[in-house]
């Protein structure tokens, strides 16, 4: 959801910045744009175009039309205005002194627009974003980082700010509060991104901006200054993933190839959690005192994060005997929840910055919970906030749609689950070491799933052009049947959704009609029958059915659907994460063979950094 990029150093800005736009890509996005000093007319160089960044980057021949080496790249996700070139950024202002690039929302904006209308200022863009370059004029006596800091006590919100001013060709500034932005060192210039993914290709010596701080950005350093303007000095981390990691590599997706990335990212993520037959986190900060005394565990995330928590709840509570709620991140923080300082709040999120998440744990916080999370990227906002992260090493993801991140938070899940339960002998020790072999195990079952793609794919093409689509299943089956259903539409848009088997006959099952796809979810051993009766159930009504069950459970489930995909027996608790695995490439195969844009799906961001 909106990248920035910003670069400073002798080389031409321009093809920096499209490339790093490019990496960036994957967040999602509507209309692109740069901004480039141009010393021999002393001012900036503009350029938007609405639509795939190609098109910018066809008009400007990949950069090279542009001249200049400083300059702010921005891809813009509406909110404030519809797509189109003039509310791309960068937003210029009046007397065309400030560039800014923004990711996030100015909540105020509306009141400063009218402030500045009222003082002559003309408009051009519907953005809150012109607001804020418009309104640094507005302030602009000479002194830029003057000028920036009068804004900032004036707007509210949360920004990622890059800002150029044709004054001070030799420095970029950047600002961060609630939106995230790091800073890259390279050697004679510096950069500025929305993330690693945009400037790995220049420097892997970065730092992460902290909310409230303002960076100075030159050829020779960065200075990073506190919200009172003081001096910081930054630590700096060195990225030690390796370039491929965020290239498709031969792959015609990401989508595809992170699925495929899977069983490596659960080793990655698995294997240095395990030490001696037991589970091992470094730096733990919970003691068994503290674990004991937890009375309530929450949950709090969005999307398929949210769904891992659904999984989760059964996991937990199975394990730990403790009650587990589990909350959509966006509907926690409205819901005056019943939280204290025994209550434990499991936040999980991929990209660590999803805002409504964020929101969830400030507000858990505030209420007085521990707050531990389960995060892909590490450093990003959210992480940075908990009393404990623990980290996925799922590596970068670039699709939108989650894969690897899923599997390996679900897995994070279980040694959690596992961890708790031994603190708290609340399992028995052969059930403890039935299911960590199985969860060392599970990479290679993976392997064996990913290799019967094929399988799915001649399904996906028998059922790839129905318009509307069940998931059902119980319990386990239930929550795996919603990350089933959220991957098939959100990449191939077609209409589906997930019911626990037990609703059907409460409403849904009158939807069932002579053909109606019901993709029913029976790997659950302890509910199979029950699946086996919700099958005929929908049979009956005329339903096809694609059935998922455990190996061993093929040939009785054959019996009745109509056709049936298998994953190795594993123990229940583990069932779900090598279930989504047929699901994930099923959605794929029917998203590709409906031409659908699989990586960036309409109207999706990866990262939502506003409400
Ligand atoms: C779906 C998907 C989203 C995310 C959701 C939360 O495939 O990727 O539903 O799961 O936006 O994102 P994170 O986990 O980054 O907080």
Redesign the pocket.
């Known amino acids: 959801m909106c990248g920035i990029v910003g670069f400073i150093g002798e080389e031409q800005a321009a093809p920096i910045l499209l490339d790093g736009l490019a990496r960036l890509e994957y967040r999602g996005y509507d209309s692109a744009g740069v901004a480039v000093y141009d010393r021999e007319n002393n001012a900036l160089s503009v350029h938007k175009a609405k639509g795939r960044l190609k098109v910018l980057s066809d008009l400007l021949q990949g950069g090279a039309a542009v001249e200049g080496t400083i300059g702010i790249g921005h891809t813009r996700w509406a909110t404030h205005g519809a797509p189109s070139d003039v509310n791309s950024h960068p937003q210029v202002s009046q007397r065309g002194k400030i560039a800014v690039v923004h990711n996030g929302i100015i909540e105020n904006y509306a009141e400063l627009k009218a402030f500045l209308l009222a003082n002559g200022v003309e408009f051009r863009s519907e953005t809150d974003t012109e607001v804020i370059a418009q309104l640094i004029e507005y302030f602009y006596r000479g002194d830029i980082l003057t000028a920036v800091n009068r804004v900032l006590h004036r707007i509210q919100g949360a920004y990622a700010l890059g800002i150029l001013c044709v004054d001070t060709p030799d420095q970029l500034i950047a600002v961060r509060k609630d939106s995230p932005l790091i800073l890259g060192y390279g050697d004679g210039c510096s950069f500025l991104a929305s993330d690693v993914t945009a400037i790995i290709r220049h420097t892997r010596e970065i730092s992460y901006m902290e909310d409230g701080e303002v960076a100075v950005l030159t050829r020779t350093g960065i200075q990073c200054y506190d919200h009172l303007m003081q001096p910081v000095q930054k630590e700096v981390v060195r990225v030690d993933w390796e370039i491929d990691a965020a290239e498709k590599g031969g792959y015609e997706h990401f989508m595809f190839k992170e699925i495929m990335e899977q069983p490596d990212a659960l080793r990655r993520c698995i294997s240095p959690r395990i030490r001696d037959g037991e589970v091992f986190f470094e730096d733990f900060v919970f003691d068994a005192d503290y674990i004991r005394n937890i009375d309530r565990i929450f949950i709090v ?5 949210y769904h891992v928590g659904m999984v989760g709840k059964y996991t937990l509570e199975r394990l730990t005997r403790k009650p587990v709620e589990v909350s959509l991140a966006s509907e926690f923080r409205y819901m005056d929840p019943i939280i204290d300082e025994r209550t434990l709040v499991v936040v ?7 805002l409504d ?1 964020m929101a969830a744990l400030r507000e858990a916080r505030r209420l007085g919970a521990k707050i531990l999370s389960i995060v892909n990227v590490v450093g990003s906002s959210i992480a940075r906030e908990s009393d404990q992260v623990l980290y996925t090493w799922a590596g970068p993801e670039i699709a ?3 894969t690897k ?1 899923y599997t390996t938070q679900l897995a994070m899940v279980d040694l959690l689950g596992l961890y708790f339960a031994r603190v708290l002998g609340t399992i028995q020790p052969e059930e403890y070491r039935e299911v960590l072999t199985g969860l060392s195990e599970l990479p290679e079952k993976m392997e064996r799933v990913l290799q019967d793609r094929d399988g799915v794919q001649y399904l996906a093409s028998q059922y790839f052009n129905h318009r509307s689509i069940f998931f059902v299943g119980r319990n386990l089956d239930y929550a795996l049947g919603l990350e089933g259903s ?2 098939l539409k ?1 990449i191939s848009y077609i209409h589906s959704e997930a019911y626990a088997s037990g609703e059907l006959k409460h409403g849904t099952i009158s939807l069932i009609e002579d053909g109606t796809l019901v993709v029913a979810l029976g790997t659950y051993g302890k509910l199979f029958e029950k699946a086996m009766s919700n099958v005929v159930e929908v049979k009956s009504r005329g339903a096809d059915v694609l059935a998922l069950t455990t190996e061993s459970r093929r040939e009785e489930m054959a019996r009745t659907a109509n056709a049936v995909i298998t994953i190795p027996d594993v123990s229940d608790i583990l069932l779900p994460s090598l279930g989504v695995v047929p699901l994930q490439l099923f959605a794929y195969y029917v998203a590709l063979m409906n031409g659908c844009d699989i990586d960036k799906p309409r109207n999706l961001a990866k ?2 950094t506003v409400e």
Do not use: D, H, P, R
């Open positions: 995330a969005c999307g398929s994060s999980i999120s991929q990209s660590g910055e999803t998440t939108v749609a989650t991140g959220l991957k959100e990262s939502v």
